[in-house]
RNA sequence: AAGCCUGUAGCCCAACGGAAGAGGCAAUAGUUUUAGAAACUAUUAAGUGUGUGUUCGAAUCACACCAGGCUUACCA
């Protein structure tokens, strides 16, 4: 009997299907484990074999604590909104609905075939209105909520006004805002505007002006994470700064929580450091300086500073040229030049600011006045300082930092030194260590230390604060998009009013065209219908009310997504509390590192905010994150020669050279190697070759130039190197069916390859519907497994799979012969046979535990290769090796389980319990060693002492022989490991 | 520019500070086969990127450097 994978897989697929194997109950005795993928865009380019590598993981993962007893919590399902399905609507005219129900069936269908136990009765979409009914009623309590900074947490924003009612605003630390301080009765009296516009100073998710990244080709608002080197991460379109309305949710008063979380879960480094990175916080000081101007209109300049030791060294002052104040400090003598500099700012785009980093700038003719030695210091403007960060204005001290030291040099600024010789006059030192001098009362003092005095000073004074501040902004939180969930929100007289909870889900209109309406606003605006459903209503926001014309971004759905997994189909609340606390945290996350500072920082925020306001119990969603490495391409290329001549030279019609130049010759590895570098040789061959390309000779012939060149060709019509020649004929339309080869001494074709980024422009794609039908789901799954440490990025080598392939075979071989048939038995284990069940048994609850598939793979290739060299065929050893093995191929497991007469689905069986009994040996092969290098080797008692140790050690006759005579010093002895004498 | 990760047979990768090799691919030889492929059996192969140090003992720890990858990039 064969091993036919293709009819056991599909069987067991459809009985697992049929028997609800994977269906997961919120009620059990078990304790729970949950573990969870990341979010899948279902796009519509379909899976290539890097995508389910963290799946398969989880999904091994999975089942293995199901054998140990937990109650697994494994879902799936769909991050279904976004930018793909809309751009494709625009260009085909196809609902992005329908779309992307096409790609999620797709998608689902892949992933069906890999053998994934995934409880499919939880999936979620986040496009269906079941779904973002409750992703608007979340966005309600963050609109309903504002973060109480002396609780620290959110609170409901009733509060907020019973607080206004009660003391004025006087109550809650005042934020910068359109009112300044009021008392209760000055509340009372304000009208419903101004209420609301103080309100939505506090809101958690709120509506305001800002700059943002706008995207003019793909009519939108992008995030900071949704733009890369100042184009678009979609489709590299630029960007521009743009003032628009926006919404915004308030992460940074998250921001230390944010922080502190880190240290309470379990995320690689590379990854806490990215999102420490990411929320940037620094601690410093805002220093006020005196400002000396013309016009005398600016009373003062504010900074922001980390390093208020160094205020001794403050050579100038630079002010980001966006601020307003520029205009009026600016002297009669610099107006024109600052005007210069300020167009030739607004000329440049993000992107070229990024690119190029020349220095740049222009003395505004004022002086700011230091505050303790009344120094006169000149304020400069310049693009290296942003507007967006602090105050947007420096105190620059060129001795300690590289790019104002730069600046000075290149406008030729005096450098004051404060840091004596640990400042060269070459380049700035930015030490924290060193002693101050030229510093007044500072002089003496090491940095470090200054700097409190320095602040206290400050303070003291009146002219300045300490001050913390954060890298990361508000998360701007709409897109002029029609495929995402729309806003609960009617605007009525400039005021945000909620929809009530009864009137959600608010379900998208159906639009004709996707175009974005006026102003920047999305394609809602253009359906007047829709945006006034609300106009003529008897509701209080009746009477003209409309409704919001932004829809959220993308990743509003999958920032509590893995709540609803918990409860489903629940339509009285987005997940039931008592569910909620039942399952927890996610246990294990496993996805790619792209999410580090976009999904995973949101949705860390929702669920604290969730926390706050009660909804939940727990205030980090995630406990352990598993970041996948990519699997790479192996791209492969095939090498060109093509002619170049100097046409004019060459009679062309005569020549028959027009028609050949076109022609592909395209040469093996080793030619190409040989004459990459060497125009010459190639030029030689191609001459040989002029003939047969049915080019005449020519006099002109020696002004022939080749050139080499390579180019990507489809992996899938390459055999490890080697090219097949028929099919990349008929590629590409036949486009390379009249190409002419050089083939190596066999005859064959050999292509170069790289490893790179796996992606359909470079041919390097595999599918794993392929895969999957030519060696079945379980070798695959085994295989990507194989290929190494699931955290590292590896590129695929569809070669290698045979090697797994031949494992499950040789499995399969213990219980079935190809000729003898059923070969499996009922006889009694030896202890050599249980001694290999149980090594095995101990290594693949280890691996596993920790993740480390890969080696797990050969432990079961080690497993099978003994068992087969000790010819045990014996039931009661294969058994539990099945069970082994179950999690890393469900489907050969089940039906061998099944062939020995097991009733029950191996799903449900127990993981076997490790008995050190039969592994433990009495005695050991000990390495000695003489002086660190192994001389001898001894058999001993396993429990034999120090002293007895020594004695033997002495008296054996190799160690007798290295050490001539002479004393040992010390014998080490390490129980189970070695022994060794130091001369 | 900085931070993090990775450098072990031709390739992919193992090895809780204790004899560098578990496994797989490839290669070579053999068995089987009309032949090829497949299958099976066996064999070969590195001293751990470089250099210093800690240690009785270093692939493993520390420091520096080199190479590759990822991330962030004027954050004052």
Redesign the pocket.
Known sequence: MEYKFREIEKKWQQHWKETNACKVSNQSEKPKYYVLDMFPYPSGAGLHVGHPLGYIASDIYSRFKRLKGFNVLHPMGYDAFGLPAEQYAIEHGIHPAVSTENNIENFRKQLDNIGFCYDWDREVRTCDPRYYKWTQWIFLQLFNSFYNRSANKAEPIANLIKAFEAEGSLVVDRRPSTVDQFTADEWKNFDEVTKQSILMDYRLAYCGYGEVNWCEALGTVLA??EV??GVSERGSFPVVKKKLRQWYLRITEYADRLLEGLDCIEF???MK??QT??I???S?AEIDFEVKSQKLKVKSLR??????DTIFGVDFM?V?PELDIVEEMKSAGQAAAVDEYLAYVKSRSERE??A???ISGVFTGAYAINPFDGREIPIWIS???????????????PCG????HKFAQHFNIPITNIIGKHYNGEEANPTKDAILVNSDFLNGMVMRDAVDVVINKLEEKGTGTRKV????RDAAFSRQRYWGEPFPIIWKDGVAYPLSENELPLTLPEVKNYSPGPEGEGPLANINDWVNSYAATNTPLGDGGALETNTMPGYAGSSWYFLRYMDPHNNKAFCDRNVSDYWGQVDLYIGG??H??GHLLYSRMWTKALYDLGFIGHDEPYKKLVNQ??I?GSSRFVHRITLRADVSSIDVEASGFKMSSNKNILVSKSIFEKIKDDSNLAKQILIKLLPELGISEHEKLKDIEAVVSIFHVDVNLVD?YELDIEAFKRWRNSEYSDAKFLFEEDGKYICSSE?E?MSKSKFNTVNPDMIVDKYGADTFRM?EM????V?????W?T?????????L??LW?LFYD?VKGKVWNEEKASDAELKVLHKTIKKIEE?TERF?F??G??????AV?EL??LKCNKKEILEQLLILLTPYAPHVSEELWSALGNSGSILDASFPKFEAKYVTEST????V?I??K?R??LTLDLNITQQEVEQIVLNNEVVQKWLEGKEP??I?Y?R?????V?V
């Open positions: 900071n994470d890369v080197n690689s480094d590379a450091e990215m990175n990411w940037g916080k620094s410093g900074v922001y500073t980390t390093r208020p630079v980001a600011r990024m190029e980093k020349k693009e290296y300082v942003l507007a967006g960060y602090g105050t947007g204005a420096i105190m620059a001290v930092d590289e790019r104002d501040n954060y890298k990361m590192t792209e580090a500072v490495g990519m790479q490890g490893v980024k295989y194989f290929l190494g440490p955290e590292i990025s590896k590129p080598d070669k290698g799979i045979e090697g797994v392939h031949r494992f075979k040789k071989r190809d691996d480390s890969n080696t793979v050969s432990t079961f290739m080690i290769n087969t060299d050991k092969d000990y390495p060693a002086n660190g192994t001898t080797e010093r010390k080490i390490v189970n490991k070695m022994i060794n130091v």
